[in-house]
Structures are given as C-alpha cells and as structure tokens.
C-alpha cells in the first residue's frame, strides 16, 4: 500500500500531466475498491452518496462521521482519494479550515471547501466570506507536510443562481486565495466549460450531468482537468434497486435478474483483497 506522501504525489502529478482525467466518487469500501480494480488513477468522496448508504439526504452527516468514512475508503485502497468536505462543517474561516486539518489525519490527499452555507434563507456566502474561508483553508492546506490537493467549489448553479458571471468571479477569488483547483458544479455545456477554464490558470473540475453529451476527449479540449460524476453513481444504483422492487411489488415478476453482474465477476474484480 502506498504512502499518504505517494499518494498525495500522485494525486497531483495527475493535475499537472497533459489531458483529463476521470475522478469517479465511491460512496463505501466496495465501490472504492471496484473503481479501482477497473483502472481509475483517482478517488473523491461523494458526500450525497455517502449520506444516501446512510438512508439520509445529502448535508445530514456529521463532520465525525465523513472522516471515519474517509479513513475508511483510504485504508481500503491504494489510490489517492480527494474528500468533498461540504462547508467544512462551519462558516467562521478558521473553524473551517481546521477541518482541512482533520481531513489530511484521515490519509486524504485532497479536499473540498465550498461557499453554499447550508441556510435556505442565504444559500450561497457572502463573497468576501467565501474568499475568506477559502484563504484560511489554503493557508492550512499548504502548511501540511504532504501535497495537499485544495479544491475551492462555487456552488451558484447548485442553488438556483445561474450566473455565470458571479461563479467565475468567485472562482478567480478562491484561485487567488490558494484554491489549488477550481470546481464549479452545476455548468453543463461545454461553451460554460470554455468560459470557465479560459478565466482561470489554475486546473478545473467539471462535474457531468445528465445533460451533456459529451466526451473526456471534448471536455479536455475544452481546458477541463478533472471530471467527476457527484453521486450520479450512486443514484444509478438506488434506481436500479427501486425498478426492481416495483418490478417484483407491482408486476410480481423478477427480469431484473437478467441484469445482474455474475458472481464470478465481481470476484474477479475483489480477489486482489483477498486475506
């Protein structure tokens, strides 16, 4: 098993290579470990996934519970794994920072800090509080005795503010704050892609929805580093089981089964941890 050192040395020579790569977001052991039996270089927690292997909605896990779940999945595989923190668990700058603290302890190689409050009333911080939040856990992150992958998250189009102007405005702040990569959830183009990449230096994570149809190919073109699903995954896997189950509720039948992976398979793909 390697290192948290090599781990994070790995983690960010992947945002200094050429191309983009593909950073699929497991949401426990199991599905740390089959994505990287299938060949993925990176990992990076899902916090809806993770809260829904939990029967909650996404925001409901404590900050205790993420790191146990993040030691959890960095025990579990040898691949560096870059956390989605939420908020950091807290809005004073310092507080939160101290989270990217507890985050490295846990054997991460990377993280998130995001600047939605988790408050219906004001869903998105301030600005100049989110640069804030962003700087103090910049300054936390780069004093760390690894390389320490910052990821700073505009979360406008998450909470119905599509502004675009304002998201780039932020992520051009958190950039200047330390944010090591920029991410912006929610643009779903790759005209928003270009307009992203283009206002930035440093490397960007493009989230893929439903919406796009696109290619790794076409999203590196457009200047995109880093390309997660979110917990779109996870939510394939819970739909699975809910057509199944009214399948055999409503119609009394099992055609599911003809979609199953076969056992030999899946131990094919888990043998590598065999005791």
């Not at 960095?74 to 507890?102: G, N, R, V």
Request: glycine share 8%.
């Amino acid at each position: 098993m390697p290192t948290q050192l090599e781990k994070a040395q790995t983690f960010r020579s992947l945002h200094e290579r050429d191309g983009a790569f593909v950073i699929p977001n497991p949401w426990d052991m199991g599905s740390a470990r089959l994505f990287e039996a299938l060949g993925f270089e990176a990992l990076a927690t899902t916090s809806a996934g993770f809260a829904h292997s939990l029967g909650r909605i996404d925001g409901q896990v404590s900050r205790e519970e993420k790191l146990a779940h993040c030691r959890a999945l960095c025990d579990a595989t040898s691949l560096p794994i870059s956390a989605d923190l939420e908020k950091c668990f807290a809005d004073d700058p310092a507080e939160a920072a101290q989270t990217i603290a507890l985050a490295a302890k846990a054997g991460l190689a990377g993280g998130s800090i995001e600047d939605a409050s988790g408050d219906p009333a004001a869903p998105i911080y301030d600005f100049n509080l989110a640069v804030e939040r962003v700087a103090a856990a910049a300054e936390v992150a780069h004093s760390l005795d690894i390389p320490f992958i910052l990821t700073a998250r505009a979360e406008n189009y998450l909470h119905g503010r599509r502004d675009m102007d304002d998201t780039i405005r932020r992520l051009q702040a958190f950039e200047a704050a330390g944010a090591d990569v920029l991410y912006a959830p929610g643009p779903a183009t790759l005209e928003e892609a270009r307009a992203i990449t283009g206002a930035l230096s440093r490397p960007v994570n493009m989230l893929v929805t439903p919406m796009q149809d696109v290619t790794v190919a076409a999203l590196a073109e457009a200047g995109v580093k880093r390309i997660s699903i979110g917990g779109a995954m996870m939510r394939a896997v819970i739909g699975t089981l809910v057509r199944g189950s009214r399948q055999m509720l409503d119609d009394g039948r099992f055609d599911w089964l003809a979609d199953m992976t076969p056992t030999s398979e899946i131990n094919d793909i888990f043998s590598k941890w065999e005791s």
